[in-house]
Antibody, heavy 121, light 113 residues
Framework: QVQLVQSGAVLKRPGASVKVSCKAS????????IVWVRQAPGQGLEWMGW????????NYARKFQGRVTMTTDTSTSAAYMELRGLRSDDTAVYYC??????????????WGQGTLVTVSS | DIVMTQSPDSLAVSLGERATINCKSS????????????LTWYQHKPGQPPKLLIT???TRESGVPDRFSGSGSGTDFTLTISRLQAEDVAVYYC?????????FGQGTKVEIK
């Protein structure tokens, strides 16, 4: 079955960077895109961006442009999301999810378990 | 960006009764060329990732109980849980995928009365 397994919780200092991994299994990795969605404490879901190995493309939410980089490694069927210049309001659970390979905007049919990133001095 | 607004923010329903959640988009998410509404619903339980329930406004995902149904078109949509079960306690989100960026409603918390 489709599985997305994310890296574990981390604590970061303000100004630092974080890189979250998402390892996919149970499907042809290159045939689907990956999105990253975050949920801050007590808040709703926020789309951060999309990456497609098939289209060799990324699309980032305006809010995160310049601060986020999404990559994939097809040899290991893994996706990565790096967020730089961390602030306290970046404290959130970060999810990866499977989506369409060619449509930037689509629904998300399988999700990772989430990674808690805490930003605190 | 398309703004998605859900109502109510929370509701408490007795076991076996109906729960109704509304979702309104700031512009139509109906694509005229294929007559499809680019609207989906997720269920989110504490400590778990969101689960996809319904796509294209009314198509239930495989394995989703038939007490969950979606309806609506254009800018106004509804998720109905026909007979609430204890395991349905969760936050429910609508999301549009008509245009980039995809955007979510603020969520509706469903509890047992």
């Amino acid at each position: 079955q489709v599985q997305l397994v994310q890296s574990g919780a981390v604590l970061k200092r303000p100004g630092a960077s974080v890189k979250v991994s998402c390892k996919a299994s149970g499907y042809a990795f290159i045939s689907y895109g990956i999105v990253w969605v975050r949920q801050a404490p007590g808040q709703g879901l926020e789309w951060m961006g999309w990456i497609s190995e098939l289209k060799d493309a990324t699309n980032y939410a305006r809010k995160f442009q310049g601060r986020v980089t999404m990559t994939t490694d097809t040899s290991t069927s893994a996706a990565y999301m790096e967020l730089r210049g961390l602030r306290s309001d970046d404290t959130a659970v970060y999810y990866c999810a499977r989506t369409h390979a060619t449509d930037i905007t689509h629904y998300f049919d399988s999700w990772g378990q989430g990674t808690l990133v805490t930003v605190s001095s | 960006d398309i703004v998605m607004t859900q109502s109510p923010d929370s509701l408490a329903v007795s076991l076996g009764e109906r729960a109704t959640i509304n979702c309104k988009s700031s512009q139509s998410v109906l694509y005229s060329s294929n007559n499809k509404n680019y609207l989906t619903w997720y269920q989110h339980k504490p400590g778990q990732p969101p689960k996809l329930l319904i796509t294209w406004a009314s198509t239930r995902e495989s394995g989703v109980p038939d007490r969950f149904s979606g309806s609506g078109s254009g800018t106004d949509f509804t998720l109905t849980i026909s007979r609430l079960q204890a395991e349905d306690v969760a936050v429910y989100y609508c999301q549009q995928y008509y245009s980039t960026p995809p955007t979510f409603g603020q969520g509706t918390k469903v509890e047992i009365k």
